[in-house]
């Protein structure tokens, strides 16, 4: 099937990437503060001027090669333009920012007007500041409670991982349900995206997953093996009964897709999402941190022949390397390990997303300068590497991988 033409197509983790969705980091990282880094998923605050410049050599990278870079904040003003679309859109992200307080609501309402769409969109994102309204009128007992919390809106400071709120799944994608608080707010950018932008609203995007479900699922567990096979990680962030739920429609949607490889990888911080351990860099090769080695069970997901619309699901006894050559029909595998398996480096590389490389072509990726021992494996392996900039980017602990969406790859021959 040729989709070449179509606003989104994702086949496979390595084709040559011809459209990304990256997110140039705001003001909202100028809103962290010590006490509220927890519950924020971050474990320092970036040094804003730093860190967009990191970002713009990011862009830059890509553009160089040949990709189309768009930003999230350019597509989500252009989707609020229409008037109506922009009310529904402050309605609802009230409701998502847990705005309590009639009082609180109006005074929002009425600081938002006078912003065009960009600036509202910039606004959201950035959080609101108690200091920028002093004279609400409080109305209800919530109004008039002051809790001390330095916010009317929480920042949204994880936006610049455009990998998590939603997948790009061949022509559709799953608008996903966080597993927080925090970052379940950001998934509303790119509901208003696909169903209001023009360079999507005239096409039909199936929807695998959607934001409404009870349990979680997080775009860096997600990995297109190839057209057939699909990886996802059961992790701190994504459920197993999510991953039931997406294999039921992805399996039974029509496209290509004919099993998945659930990997269960240890549930902790450093380790959030399958792809801080695992990504795909070319036909045959696979960066990985040592340390999920021992403790990954995989499991192997296919339609049943016996039953319709139910699923087959095997615990897989043999090796990740054998795993990955019989579902991917592969003669040899390499697996390239985090700082060539040296326990420590490795824990500081993986810590600091050394294996979250983000592949432009068949092995070519974009990393992190500060990954230099595995930098270097990697080329040691025949993999291209375009190195960016990583001081400051990395203490919101995500890779190129992470600040990554693709909206569309070239289809691979014979994948
Ligand atoms: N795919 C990824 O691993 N994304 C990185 C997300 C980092 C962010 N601070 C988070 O904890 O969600």
Same mark, same amino acid.
């Given at each position: 099937?040729? =989709?070449?033409?179509?606003?989104?197509?994702? !086949?496979?983790?390595?084709?040559?990437?011809?459209?990304?969705?990256?997110?140039?980091?705001?003001?909202?990282?100028?809103?962290?503060?010590?006490?509220?880094?927890?519950?924020?998923?971050?474990?320092?605050?970036?040094?804003? #001027?730093?860190?967009? @410049?990191?970002?713009?050599?990011?862009?830059?990278?890509?553009?160089?090669?040949?990709?189309?870079?768009?930003?999230?904040?350019?597509?989500?003003?252009?989707?609020?333009?229409?008037? !109506?679309?922009?009310?529904?859109?402050? @309605? @609802?992200?009230?409701?998502?920012?847990?705005?309590?307080?009639?009082?609180?609501?109006?005074?929002?309402?009425?600081?938002?007007?006078?912003?065009?769409?960009?600036?509202?969109?910039?606004?959201?994102?950035?959080?609101?500041?108690?200091?920028?309204?002093?004279?609400?009128?409080? #109305?209800?007992?919530?109004?008039?409670?002051?809790?001390?919390?330095?916010?009317?809106?929480?920042?949204?400071?994880?936006?610049?991982?455009?990998?998590?709120?939603?997948?790009?799944?061949?022509?559709?994608?799953?608008?996903?349900?966080?597993?927080?608080?925090?970052?379940?707010?950001?998934? *509303?950018?790119?509901?208003?995206?696909?169903?209001?932008?023009?360079?999507?609203?005239?096409?039909?995007?199936?929807? /695998?997953?959607?934001?409404?479900?009870?349990?979680?699922?997080?775009?860096?567990? @997600?990995?297109?093996? =190839?057209? #057939?096979?699909?990886?996802?990680?059961? !992790?701190?962030?994504?459920?197993?009964?999510?991953?039931?739920?997406?294999?039921?429609?992805?399996?039974?949607?029509?496209?290509?897709?004919?099993?998945?490889?659930?990997?269960? *990888?240890?549930?902790?911080?450093?380790?959030?999402?399958?792809?801080?351990?695992?990504?795909?860099?070319?036909?045959?090769?696979?960066?990985?941190?040592?340390?999920?080695?021992?403790?990954?069970?995989?499991?192997?997901?296919?339609?049943?022949?016996?039953?319709?619309?139910?699923?087959?699901?095997?615990?897989?006894?043999?090796?990740?390397?054998?795993?990955?050559?019989?579902?991917?029909?592969?003669?040899?595998?390499?697996?390239?390990?985090?700082?060539?398996? =040296?326990?420590?480096?490795?824990?500081?590389?993986? /810590?600091?997303?050394? !294996?979250?490389?983000?592949?432009?072509?068949?092995?070519?990726?974009?990393?992190?300068?500060?990954?230099?021992?595995?930098?270097?494996?990697?080329?040691?392996?025949?993999?291209?590497?375009?190195?960016?900039?990583?001081?400051?980017?990395?203490?919101?602990?995500?890779?190129?991988?992470?600040?990554?969406?693709?909206?569309?790859?070239?289809?691979?021959? =014979?994948?």
């Amino acid at each position: 099937m040729d =989709n070449s033409h179509r606003a989104l197509n994702v !086949s496979s983790e390595i084709g040559k990437l011809k459209t990304v969705l990256l997110h140039r980091p705001g003001k909202e990282l100028e809103n962290l503060m010590p006490d509220y880094l927890d519950r924020l998923l971050f474990d320092d605050i970036p040094y804003l #001027k730093i860190a967009q @410049e990191e970002h713009d050599k990011f862009a830059k990278i890509l553009k160089e090669n040949g990709v189309e870079v768009v930003y999230l904040e350019e597509l989500a003003a252009e989707a609020i333009e229409d008037e !109506s679309v922009r009310e529904r859109f402050v @309605e @609802e992200f009230l409701n998502e920012a847990n705005v309590l307080g009639e009082g609180k609501r109006r005074s929002l309402k009425e600081y938002f007007k006078q912003f065009n769409s960009r600036q509202l969109i910039d606004k959201v994102m950035q959080g609101v500041r108690k200091t920028e309204l002093p004279r609400y009128k409080p #109305k209800t007992l919530t109004d008039m409670v002051d809790d001390n919390y330095p916010f009317l809106v929480d920042p949204m400071p994880n936006l610049y991982f455009t990998r998590d709120p939603f997948a790009t799944i061949g022509t559709g994608i799953t608008l996903n349900h966080m597993k927080t608080e925090t970052r379940n707010r950001e998934t *509303i950018f790119a509901k208003y995206i696909f169903e209001n932008h023009p360079r999507f609203k005239g096409e039909y995007i199936p929807i /695998w997953f959607n934001r409404d479900e009870k349990t979680s699922l997080e775009g860096g567990d @997600e990995l297109i093996l =190839n057209k #057939k096979t699909i990886a996802i990680g059961i !992790s701190e962030r994504t459920e197993a009964a999510s991953i039931e739920k997406f294999a039921k429609n992805i399996l039974n949607s029509g496209q290509t897709f004919e099993q998945i490889l659930a990997f269960d *990888i240890p549930k902790k911080r450093a380790f959030m999402h399958l792809d801080t351990v695992f990504t795909m860099v070319d036909y045959d090769k696979f960066t990985i941190h040592p340390q999920i080695e021992g403790p990954l069970t995989v499991y192997s997901i296919t339609k049943s022949k016996e039953k319709e619309d139910e699923l087959k699901i095997v615990k897989e006894e043999a090796s990740l390397e054998d795993i990955l050559k019989k579902y991917l029909g592969l003669e040899k595998v390499t697996l390239i390990r985090c700082a060539n398996g =040296n326990n420590i480096d490795a824990a500081r590389e993986q /810590w600091n997303d050394g !294996s979250n490389t983000l592949a432009i072509a068949p092995g070519e990726v974009i990393v992190y300068s500060r990954n230099y021992v595995t930098n270097k494996i990697l080329e040691e392996n025949g993999i291209k590497i375009h190195v960016m900039p990583s001081s400051e980017l990395s203490r919101g602990r995500g890779g190129p991988r992470c600040m990554s969406m693709p909206l569309i790859r070239e289809d691979i021959k =014979n994948n």
